[in-house]
């Protein structure tokens, strides 16, 4: 079974949403991408893999983003990779620039600590802004306004396996908020306060709590690698959000508006490294029912140095069997055991 589901409604998708099957149009859904125009060869790649094993057989279209604007060239060569419709969109500044609320000589001082604690990128503004982007400002865009689930996709990622079925369909049919490939440890020093401010929010908005929770996913010590992993009371589990299928409406909520607004206004995306990741994998675990989040065992994925490889004939070139089989300080980052124990899965 591709979805990975032994039994139950699940069961069967590749029949049940393959292409041309009654019923299935495309539905309203995208291929999105925050992409610089100096990575153009790189989305290109990953245009290729994910058009070669899926896309062309369903013709989502593609939508990119920029904080400037797009050159000729890029638009040219990644129409050319697609026979689907392709969208080019500016970031209105007032979604990247630093909110005015940031102190700018407490930012300096913070990167410089977050420098000492080896945090990857801690100097880099972009990569600041990038991550508020994504965590909380993405689905505000107006080209977005109409759209509902999204696909995100970086320059240089892999995918390995031919999909047959309609993932965005899947999704939608089986009342899915959230689909993964790949569960990591997160670098603690680069969310020292995430959880504390969480904790902070929960206790003055107890009724955005899920009954159906994973809580305990996100506090879990038992199977963390090292103590150091753990940040504040935060595991630091997360999805790896550079791969997500999900669906705006979550982000759209009050529960993640309220959310992301006081992680904004506490300052982390700037005076710490706070990531998307753990963002949206910290709200899904409290706000969502945990059931609703799904593991696409079945598509396979790299992200450097990360796979997530099914061990099946559709897939070609993924590093075989296990999670980077061999190499065991990736294995030590993987997580998803953690999520596994939680929603019941082995
Ligand atoms: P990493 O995966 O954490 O190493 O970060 P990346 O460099 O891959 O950045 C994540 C995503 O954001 C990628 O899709 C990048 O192309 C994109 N990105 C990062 N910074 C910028 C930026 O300043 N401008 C634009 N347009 N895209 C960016
Ligand atoms: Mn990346």
């Avoid at 965590?135 to 996709?153: C, D, E, I, M």
């Avoid at 159906?212 to 690698?225: K, M, Q």
């Avoid at 550079?242 to 979550?250: C, G, K, P, R, Y």
């Avoid at 706000?287 to 070609?316: A, L, M, T, V």
């Amino acid at each position: 079974d591709p979805t990975g589901e032994p039994e139950g409604p699940l069961h069967r998708a590749s029949e049940r949403y393959a292409p041309g099957a009654a019923g299935t149009a495309r539905i309203n859904a995208t291929l999105l991408s925050l992409v610089r125009n100096e990575e153009l060869d790189g989305m290109l790649q990953a245009m290729r893999d994910l058009e070669r094993t899926w896309n062309h057989k369903f013709n989502y279209p593609w939508t990119f983003f920029n904080d400037v604007p797009f050159t000729e060239e890029f638009k040219k060569a990644t129409r050319a990779a697609t026979k689907a419709d392709v969208h080019y969109e500016l970031i209105p500044t007032e979604h990247w620039d630093m909110p005015a609320w940031i102190d700018k000589n407490l930012y300096k001082e913070s990167v410089q600590l977050l420098l000492d604690n080896k945090i990857q990128y801690a100097d880099k503004l972009s990569y600041h802004q990038m991550c508020r982007w994504n965590s909380g400002l993405f689905y505000k865009h107006p080209a977005l306004a109409n759209t509902q689930y999204y696909w995100r996709v970086e320059p240089k990622v892999h995918f390995f396996c031919d999909v047959d079925y309609d993932v965005f369909r899947f999704m939608q049919e089986n009342n899915k908020t959230y689909g993964f490939t790949i569960n990591l440890y997160d670098a603690p020093a680069s969310i020292p306060t995430l959880w504390p401010e969480t904790v902070k929010f929960m206790a003055d908005h107890p009724e955005y709590i899920h009954e159906n929770n994973a809580i305990g996913w996100l506090t879990d010590s038992l199977r963390r690698p090292e103590h150091t992993r753990e940040a504040n009371g935060y595991s630091t589990c997360h999805f790896w959000s550079n791969f997500e299928i999900a669906d705006m409406s979550f982000w759209r909520s009050q529960a993640y508006e309220d959310y992301f607004n006081h992680l904004d206004r506490a300052g982390g995306f700037f005076y710490e490294r706070w990531g998307d990741a753990p963002v949206h994998s910290i709200a899904l675990g409290l706000f969502e029912d945990k059931h609703r989040i799904h593991w696409f065992r079945d598509i396979g994925y790299q992200h450097i140095p990360f796979f997530n490889c099914p061990n099946s004939p559709k897939c070609k070139g993924c590093v075989t069997g296990r999670f980077a089989e061999g190499e065991s300080w990736l294995n030590r980052e993987d997580c998803r055991p953690n999520w596994f124990k939680y929603v019941g899965m082995n």
